[in-house]
């Protein structure tokens, strides 16, 4: 046991962190949500920082790292906003590679890594299928009852509509074909695990920087000849947002530790992490808007832009309320 | 204490009915139930003047201007019915609740005579110039000046928040009129033409992608001395009158709206399976509870008059609100899911819930934050110390 | 439409106040713990204040009056938390009246007016049936399926228990015979409503009370050379549950309106009362603690008086859950 | 980043399992899972004493101490085993955990030599002396004075919220030596006998009905000079360091602790049918969450030694706990409905949950209540602005 980033990840998260700051600022993030994506951002993850095989075997030409690592990226891409296919990505990797279709994995995975090929994910909800990124991509990797399919993006249909997170916009997949992937629901369960990682760990980087963000504005801002950060009310709203995002960063870091050791408390970890992270990220962005008064709800300021990122989170791959029922199912002893 | 009304208020309130269903399913059809503020602002003054007609826009003011001196009660059932029958949010608000009750209790005889007919007319619309971009919540951080040249004021400074200037034609202003005043000494309360060159209106565009609220620049805008109200340097005590009369009837109306909201909450977790799933049930019916309470506390702060425990459910009342909806906001997201977070591409403006999710959280932001709605009620309604300013 | 007290009720109000500041003091109410009522504050209640037939019609000896003046009482009560039998009172006499049954009546009411025989009243609940006051009562009024029983206390078999709330202790009743009042569930329904009204005003009358004694202890008590109640924290946690006060006083007129008035949303009223004005007691008892500090969860500081009342009203006649989802039923067209 | 432990560790686990087990399961079965804090004083104490005979007693300490010089995964896996198996809350908590740390960091070999063995033994139960009637919350407060006479310190004054002092042999006080100073200035440590003349311990009855807290009057009480920690006048560095000790390994087996409390809250709403109910479920899910998180925080406080975000999860630990336990109380009331509210009539103490209900109440207030942490996170933590202090 030792729960902390070691050198090699603590370098990983600099690195991360130094490069979405660098790129992904609010011009580039409000560029980019004209088309849902920015393509030079994702090229120069997947190829300068090398991070586009982070998951993927070394023979293979990856980076051979884990979850662990994936969820130290994520976080950072989750600060900036960055409009990236990362989920998709990630969640695709993850399925090809459990897959074990090796003409599979040799048709998608090179390009995938180079930044070149853009994969959509999703899974087939209640009235529709509202796939992130659906409108944008190459390949859409979709989760279905018992097995997901990976399909050339021109063999489906797909309606684009205006999304409240213009930074990854979501379109309707009305109709699709293409085989499905081997490997049935084990598979699907490794990339909706992924999945439910690399959001709740996007969403733990969102609330970080909300919070950032608003303490420095309490600093700055003065009302009734204080810097409102001065306010009992104030800080400790803060406080209490900051008590919940060192529980998220508990819950992300137990997540991807215990997907990379296969450990008992795996399942409990990721309902745990994404309906924990996503209420976090939720609440933290709400209070972002609030508590920079009349300017919070400006279309200028950045702050709708992580409120409305949360809302998408907390409503994909399973919502509060269905992570917490699957959690009753584990504690209370029922079939998961 | 009596909850019904008389035989009497209940065929006022038939009277009311009618002729909103009328006007809703007739001429005004096009403007019915429309949420948005800032939509088809010619068709909404013309039904300004089609209220006027009926002597419809101003029920509580005296018969002598232009009202019918309606009782407590018969305003609570127009405002009710009003609501209920769809029609629109009134682009006069700020004339015919605000500074209409102002004039009557504080302006002078030529005031009277010079801004009220047009109010109840529906010819002038008024918003209101309070907030400035470093006194947001702190009215008394004002710094808009203006100084007597002759017969005129000339205002120069910056107003923010003002919401529909775009569409008014007059503005009430506090500025300071008196050198080296600060805090509430100083201000004075000034009727002001926005038709001039000395004004630019900005919108400023909010997270729903809309424009509500305004900048206003004055840059030497100028108004007749004459158009003061109250004495030179009383502005504070004028505005204070003003904002008491913000949780009036209105409030009956605009529940009225969230009772709206709040059906479309209802029908969408109908349809979606969410209305027969027990947590859910527990949200909609704290919706629903709120919503009542809001409606008996109106009433309560209504026949109470100005005493005892109406400082209590008035002190409360926009903070309670403003929280309703917004948890209301975040309710219907969590009832739609995903496909609250989508429409059509060419869409101009988002559906109803996903709109309410989004403006809810300027409401408890304008008009006095929930924090500083906090500070009132533990300060005026509980006597605890006041916060203490800073030095700046 | 007049939603104010007129001048008859405020009168009540006025004199209810005053007898109970006057007679049920902390020291008296703790006295009463060690039997669980105050035998002479409620004599006095009944006879004195000539309360004792408050909804009795007049030509049976009463006051003629309603639930908006029983819920004035009741609120004035629950502020001291008075040691009194007043909800089996008053459950008992809505139940008597609903009966129509005349030789009931003539038998109990008038030495239940004079305050010589005291009813307890209760429903059959999950495990058991646990009645405030069945250990101390003359009368036990028992709600079940589809009627009520009014049985002398002699002909059931009661447990005493130990009870959190000692102001009005529970104790079980094991076994029971009698007959049940002619009447069936509307009679039924009639002593539930009634109780629900009285213990929402109780709860409103608590929580006021909770809330005055902290501010009051917020003038006084200094911390960091300055009065606690300047800490901004402070005050908003108390303005926080000022306004819940405000809707709960809202919630108990309009119930006690509503049943004078058979009013249509009179179901919808008396479910709203109790859940909200329950929730209320709670959280202003629980922050009556939390804000007096280490004094505030000692035996000797009244703060776990209100709390454990709180908590019991809470639990009696239905929950939280159990009214909200009766309110969910009306508001989404179900049957009721 | 590793959540599993070694095969060392694992045999290490087993070994003081089988221990453990070995222990509560005979000779001291009478104390096993006693959750009251001041049942049965004379067993617990036995029960430290034979924690010490295994070198058991302070396993994080030095092997020259009677300690294991145990590494941080093997203390993290003793306590969490030694709750497991439901040994009793540690009566010397104060001793072990927090002043034998402090004496070995900033105490004197002579200090060292003199206090170290009793508590490494079980033969000196010590308890705290902090707060005060008038300083709750604000230690800087302090009002017991020390004063110089010859080779003594000679102590008046009152201490309040003192656990277990009546169990106690030592107390360790702060106490202000230097006149004319007042906060944090001029206050020093002082290691005092409980068993002399000078101290009188009055219990403080809680709202459970128990006493674990207690007031400690000064009335003349003696201790040598030579039982001063640090220098005089420093008082408030060695108190700081002291209760930088608090949030450590400890907390793992207070969290078992939870643990039970949770599992009985869950056994009971599978006994009356609540676990079937969704709205409950998803509170019973938070609870789970919840205890999760808190068990990965203390992990990552602990690997993560003092730097870096250290400081914000050991800043976070103490509301965290103490809310979420609050929280439980709440809900094993709400699942237990009324039924929770009674004991049989000769009941002594309040069944698990009641008490966990009434006495988490206590848990947001002592030891720095959640209105203190919160500013102590939002100024340490985020930096923000410190709360001014009164002129008083």
Known sequence: MAFALDEQQQMIAETAAAFFAENATSERTRAAMANGIDRDLWRGYCRELGFGGLMVPEDLGGAGLGHVELAIV?????????????????????????SGDRAAIDVHLPAMMAGDRIVAAGERGGEGMLVPHAAQCDLLLLLCEGGSHLIDASAATVEPLKSLDETRPLARVLALAGDPLPGGAALCEAARATGVLCLAAEALGGAQEALDRTVAFAHEREQFGRPVGSFQAYKHRLADRAVEIEQARSAVWWAACALDEGHETRALALHAAKSFCADTYLRVAGDMIQLHGGIGFTWEHDAHLFFKRARAIANMLGDGPHHRERVARIMLDEAA | MKLGFSDMEEAFRRECASWFEDQMAGEFADIRGIANLVDKPER?????????EHRYSCIGWPIAWGGRDATLNEQVIFAEEYARAGAPNRLNHMGVELLGPTLLALGSSEQKARFLPAIAEGTAIWCQGYSEPGAGSDLAAIRTR???DGDEWVVEGQKIWTSLAQFADMIFVLARTEDGTSGREGLS?????????????RP?????????????????????VANMVGAEGEGWTVSTTLLSFERGISTLGQQMQFRNELDAVIAAAKR??????????????????????????ALRMLADGKGGALAGAALTYKIQWASWRRALGELAMDVLGQEGEVAPVDAEAWPLLANLYLYSRADTIYGGTNQIQRNLIAERGLGLPREPRGNA
């Open chain 1, 74 to 98: 994520a976080e950072q891409a989750g600060r900036t906003l960055a409009a990236i296919p990362l989920l998709g990505h990630a969640m695709a990797t993850a399925a090809l590679l459990a």
């Open chain 2, 44 to 52: 909404r003054k013309a039904w300004e003047r089609r209220l006027a």
């Open chain 2, 146 to 148: 203006a100084r007597r």
């Open chain 2, 189 to 201: 309360f000034l009727l002001v033409d926005l038709d001039q060159p000395g004004i630019e209106i």
């Open chain 2, 204 to 224: 400023i565009r909010q997270i729903n992608g809309e424009a509500e609220f305004n900048e206003v620049f004055f840059d030497g805008a100028r108004c007749p």
């Open chain 2, 272 to 297: 979606n399976g969410k209305a027969a799933d027990p947590v859910f049930r527990q949200r909609l019916a704290e919706a629903e509870i709120g919503l009542r309470l809001m409606r008996y506390g």
